[in-house]
């Protein structure tokens, strides 16, 4: 049945709760001072009663007591689905200033009993065009700062949301991020929104966002944890954050090329980035954040990753369907592999190089070192893959965007032992062997998947901002 169904790709439209994604018609306020909120809503407590409201609506006032509203389109918020989760409400943009209270707008509430639903009462406001709707207002203090990011957290004290049996006024506790969220993380990249999202993957809830530059792709850490690279496609430029304190230190300027993707040496001296308009690889000095050289590659190179043991990078090229494999020590190209397809990303697990192609639906196997045609092999796994990530206990994973699903390849089998479905146009992924979870990127659908390796499904899903692209975790 699995595979009948995998013969025909049907669109249809899904509801879900609170999807991440912005929705159509809800035109961006923008502002020439303007810094960027991330709204999120959790609750920690397990509901005595399955309360439903309506958001409608999202202002803040300011210092001088002026309000901002944020347009924002209905969203249905639901105790029991809500409990022990994060949802993102809103991301936007305000003006920079000191800000003193929030106020969300409900139009409606009610509370399901017995298999039946009753109304509750809001407390009642008359807008402007004399409609009635129920104001909560939230006491938090933030500043807002030109070309920064920052996230608000609001806590929903569940079970005393109701007062005299029928009234709707739930308790919010509201705050902002702090210097707290710099032990156990992940950082995601968001191209859409020019930052990068930050996880605790203890609880995998969301916990700060930092700006970065413009089109934000590649992400790497350096071995260590206390920095993280980030190449900035649009601006031309590598953000480097140091996770110490959750803020961009230092800004590499990569001459206007375009940076794609980024991988460090061994030694954490040198990072290399991919330049898919030049047709090169930007050499970087780490201890003094410049370009010290260049390496012409083949056309488009998309991925790199570096062979610390042989001291070498593999470079995709994807125009000219080859991977440069490049000397650490020289900066020179040594050898190119030639290849039938378009290669796109790439994984190096022990001796063997995983290449995901455009055009097929076979994974390139190079085997390490490379002398020959001879030394490469292929795998079917049913579809076009993007992403590859070496796993745990022989296994590579393998995005599969074409059913939005990830792809368990067993290594010593030659075989697909499991496929799990994610969110849509899976993108990077990264791994956490203590805790056996695998983070996926997905880049359509705004948010992060999280799978348990060892029961093999999805135990959460994380939200983050406008078309993700990759991800790392620091080391602890």
């Not at 969300?104 to 509370?111: R, Y």
């Amino acid at each position: 049945m699995r595979n009948l169904c995998r013969m025909f790709i049907v669109f249809f439209p899904v509801f879900l709760f609170v999807s991440c994604a912005l929705t159509p018609g809800i035109k961006e306020t923008r502002y020439s001072d303007e810094g960027q909120i991330f709204v999120y809503l959790s609750s920690s407590q397990e509901p005595s009663t399955d309360i439903t409201f309506i958001i409608s609506g999202m202002s803040f006032m300011n210092k001088d007591g002026v309000w901002i509203d944020v347009p924002m389109k209905p969203r249905t918020i639901n105790s029991v689905k809500l409990s022990g989760n994060q949802i993102k409400l809103r991301e936007f943009y305000l003006p920079e200033d000191k800000y003193k209270r929030l106020k969300l707008i409900v139009t409606e509430a009610n509370l399901k009993h017995d298999d039946k639903k009753h109304s509750l009462s809001l407390p009642e406001t008359v807008n402007n065009q004399g409609e009635i709707h129920g104001e909560l207002l939230v006491d938090i203090n933030f500043n807002v700062f030109y070309h920064e990011s920052l996230c608000l957290f609001i806590n929903w004290d569940i079970n005393s949301a109701i007062v005299d049996k029928y009234l709707f006024q739930p308790r919010l506790v509201a705050k902002t991020q702090g210097l707290e969220i710099k032990n156990i993380l992940v950082y995601v990249s968001n191209e859409g929104s020019n930052c990068v999202t930050v996880i605790d993957r203890q609880e995998d809830f969301v916990v700060g966002t930092i700006a970065v530059g413009e089109a934000p792709r590649g992400i790497t850490a350096s071995s260590d944890g206390t920095k993280i690279y980030v190449a900035n496609s649009g601006s031309n430029s590598i953000s480097v954050i140091d996770t110490s304190v959750n803020r961009v230190s230092a800004t590499i300027d990569n001459w206007g090329y375009a940076p794609e993707e980024l991988v460090l040496s061994g030694d954490d001296n040198t990072l290399f980035v991919t330049n898919p308009d030049s047709n090169n690889v930007s050499v970087i000095d780490v201890a003094s954040n410049m370009v010290v050289g260049r390496i012409n590659v083949g056309e488009k190179p998309i991925d790199i990753v570096a062979d610390t043991e042989r001291r070498k990078i593999y470079v995709s090229n994807y125009y000219s369907l080859s991977i440069s494999v490049v000397d650490m020590g020289t900066n020179m190209v040594e050898k190119t592999i030639r290849l039938s397809s378009n290669p796109k990303y790439l994984a190096l697990c022990d001796d063997h190089l995983y290449v995901s192609n455009e055009s097929m639906n076979d994974i390139y196997i190079v085997h390490i070192p490379y002398s020959s045609s001879d030394s490469i092999d292929t795998v079917n796994i049913g579809s076009r893959s993007e992403y590859l990530v070496c796993g745990l206990a022989n296994r590579v994973y393998a995005g599969n965007i074409a059913f939005d699903e990830i792809s368990f390849l067993h290594t010593r089998l030659g075989m697909i032992t499991k496929n799990i479905a994610v969110g849509d146009s899976p993108a990077g992924m990264d791994i956490d062997a203590m805790r056996r979870k695998l983070y996926v990127v997905n880049k359509s659908s705004r948010d992060v998947s999280v799978i348990d390796i060892k029961t093999e499904r999805v135990v959460k899903t994380v939200q983050v901002g406008k078309k993700p692209h990759d991800i790392v975790l620091v080391a602890e």
